[in-house]
């Protein structure tokens, strides 16, 4: 009888790991959420990209009011916790004032994302 309860114990303690919606390398996320502004103007449809030294970038897009939240994953907001290069582009179907190549393409934004919550702004100035 406890033999098989044993048993019974450790089968379910392996299908709960394997019904993880999450593998075992998932990395520890920091949620980071902010707001952008191009000189002191919200951006709404801005594309934020924020990419780690190794592993998976995570991704953004403002709203209206030029706030945006990461998500790691479709269903997993956060971004893999240490030193990350941010860039901004503008997406698909959105546009609107250049960004200036030091928050894009050439960025120069840097973030040592923690465990918890980030609070990241980014206020873009043109000139």
């Not at 919606?21 to 709404?44: F, I, N, W, Y």
């Not at 709203?63 to 916790?81: F, H, N, P, R, W």
């Not at 860039?87 to 609107?96: K, N, V």
């Amino acid at each position: 009888m406890r033999l098989s309860f044993l048993l019974v114990f450790v089968l379910l303690i392996t299908i709960s790991a394997g019904c993880s919606s999450h593998g075992a390398d998932m990395p520890e996320l920091g949620q980071v959420h902010g707001k952008v502004t191009l000189d002191g103007q919200p951006l709404s449809g801005v594309d934020l990209l924020f990419e780690p030294e190794t592993g998976r970038t995570s991704r953004a897009t403002t709203k209206e009011d030029g706030s945006y939240s990461a998500q790691y994953l479709i269903d997993e907001a956060g971004v893999k916790v240490g030193p990350t290069v941010v860039r901004l582009e503008w997406g698909i179907d959105a546009s609107g004032p250049k960004i200036p190549a030091k928050y894009g393409s050439k960025s120069e934004l840097k973030l040592d994302v923690q465990p918890g919550d980030n609070v990241f702004d980014i206020e873009m100035k043109s000139k």
